[in-house]
C-alpha cells in the first residue's frame, strides 16, 4: 500500500534556530501535500496544502513565512519551521494526496523548542 | 466553517466489549465522512469512511453510518481486543471533488484491557 515516510520523529532546537520536517512518499506520486499541526489534547489543524512546482496554500492564521512549505517534486515536500519559538513546540504531520492513494499520512514529527 | 466533534477520552473498555465512539459535524454541503486510527508510534491509517447520506463504512469489524439527519458518524464495534488500543479520529472533507484537506475532531484514545 501507499507509504509516506516523514523524518525526523523527534526533534529538539535551541530557540531561534530553524528546523526542517521532510516529508517523501515512498510508492506513489503525491499530488497534493498537506501539512497539519497537532497541539496536546487537540485536532489535527491543516496549515498548508501544497502543489508540486507551485506556492502552498496557507490556511488563515498561519504565517508563511515562519512556516516555509516547499514542494519540489512529486515525492517530496518539506516543512521549515524558521526562528523557532518555544510557542511553536507541537506535533507536525504531513499527509500526501496521490490520484489513487487517498490520503496517507506521515508517522508525524514531535518537535520541541527550549 | 466546517467543525467536527467527537467525545472525549481516555475511553477505557474490557476486551470483548461493545464500542461506541460518537461523532457529530458541522458542514456546508455533503461532505465526506472519514474515521482514521492512529497505533502508538504510527502515522494516521484510513479505518473506514463514507461519502453520502446512509452509507456505512466497515473495516476491520468496525462500522459506522452516515446518518444526515443527526449529523453524525458514530463508530461502533460489537467486540473489541487488546489490539485495537489506539487514538481514533473522526474526520470530515468538503464535498465537490478538488484537492482539500481535511477536518479533524480532537480525537479519542481508546484503552483496552485484558
Known amino acids: 500500500g501507499a507509504v509516506v515516510s516523514q523524518h525526523p520523529s523527534r526533534v529538539i532546537c535551541k530557540s531561534g534556530t530553524s528546523v526542517k520536517i521532510e516529508c517523501r512518499s515512498l510508492?506513489?506520486?503525491?499530488?497534493?501535500m498537506f501539512w497539519y499541526r497537532q497541539f496536546p489534547k487537540q485536532s489535527l489543524m491543516l496549515m498548508a496544502t501544497?502543489?508540486?512546482?507551485?506556492?502552498?496554500?496557507?490556511e488563515q492564521g498561519v504565517e508563511k513565512d515562519k512556516f516555509l512549505i516547499n514542494h519540489a517534486s512529486l515525492t517530496l515536500s518539506t516543512l521549515t519551521v524558521t526562528s523557532a519559538h518555544p510557542e511553536d513546540s507541537s506535533f507536525y504531520i504531513c499527509?500526501?494526496?496521490?490520484?489513487?492513494?487517498?490520503?496517507?499520512f506521515g508517522s508525524g514529527t514531535r518537535l520541541t523548542v527550549v | 466553517g466546517n467543525s467536527v466533534t467527537q467525545m472525549e477520552g481516555p475511553v477505557t473498555l474490557s476486551e470483548e466489549a461493545f464500542l461506541t465512539i460518537n461523532c457529530t459535524y458541522t458542514a456546508t454541503g455533503y461532505p465526506s465522512l472519514f474515521w482514521y486510527v492512529q497505533y502508538p508510534g504510527e502515522g494516521l491509517q484510513l479505518l473506514l469512511k463514507?461519502?453520502?447520506?446512509?452509507d456505512k463504512g466497515s473495516n476491520k469489524g468496525f462500522e459506522a453510518t452516515y446518518r444526515k439527519e443527526t449529523t453524525s458518524f458514530h463508530l461502533e464495534k460489537g467486540s473489541v481486543q487488546v489490539s485495537d488500543s489506539a487514538v481514533y479520529f473522526c474526520?470530515?472533507?468538503?464535498?465537490?471533488?478538488?484537492?482539500?484537506?481535511?477536518?479533524f475532531g480532537k480525537g479519542t484514545h481508546l484503552i483496552i484491557q485484558p
Open positions: 474526520a470530515l472533507k468538503n464535498s465537490g471533488g478538488g484537492a482539500d484537506g481535511l477536518t
Open positions: 499527509s500526501a494526496q496521490g490520484t489513487e492513494h487517498g490520503y496517507t
Open positions: 463514507a461519502t453520502k447520506a446512509d
Open positions: 501544497s502543489n508540486e512546482g507551485s506556492k502552498a496554500t496557507y
Open positions: 510508492d506513489f506520486q503525491a499530488t497534493t
